[in-house]
């Protein structure tokens, strides 16, 4: 048995091969506990999303929706995932595609989880970091939303796309 102290004199020995990839903090349960809190910000009636945009290294969920009640107006919610908080967002911008949201059931916590734990291995990046997710329509036109895992390696961005349930479409390098 290897003692902490053993391996902090080994120090720069370790190899990357032995390194573990770095953890992913989102599972399928905090983002359905995210999405809860939202939507319980957004209000009983069912709001259409425009952009989910989650970070994996601030630990947050920001969602663009369209307010029932003022089909013209976005409006935008945090959720932090380390205290349970949620916040007006603050990432207004005008170039939303009011014609381009989908309903919020159609966001799957357990999709989201799936794309997220297959993207390392989907961009052939074993040990890199995951960054950042989207779930959203890319142009208005497109048939449905889709899925974009952003995931990082020294220094170098890679972006795995799913569709609705998952399925990987392509990787950009």
Do not use: C
């Not at 709001?47 to 994996?56: N, R, T």
């Not at 949201?101 to 989907?122: C, E, H, I, P, W």
């Amino acid at each position: 048995m290897t003692t902490s102290a053993q391996v902090a004199q080994q120090g720069s020995a370790t190899t990357s091969a032995t390194a573990q990839p770095p953890e992913i903090w989102w599972t399928a349960e905090s983002l359905r506990k995210a999405f809860d809190a939202i939507n319980a910000e957004l209000g009983p009636a069912t709001a259409d999303y425009l952009e989910v945009k989650i970070s994996a290294l601030r630990r947050t969920m920001f969602i663009a929706a369209v307010d029932p009640n003022a089909p013209t107006t976005v409006e935008e919610y945090v959720y932090n995932g380390d205290d349970g908080s949620v916040e007006p967002g603050t990432e207004t911008k005008n170039d939303f595609h009011l014609d381009g949201g989908f309903t919020g059931d159609s966001v799957s916590a357990q999709v989201l989880a799936k794309a997220m734990n297959s993207a390392r291995a989907d961009t052939g990046w074993a040990d890199a970091r995951l960054t950042n997710v989207m779930f959203m329509r890319v142009h208005p036109t497109d048939p449905q939303p889709g899925i974009a895992v952003v995931v990082n390696q020294n220094n170098r961005d890679k972006t795995a796309y799913y569709d609705m349930n998952a399925a990987l479409l392509k990787v950009y390098p």
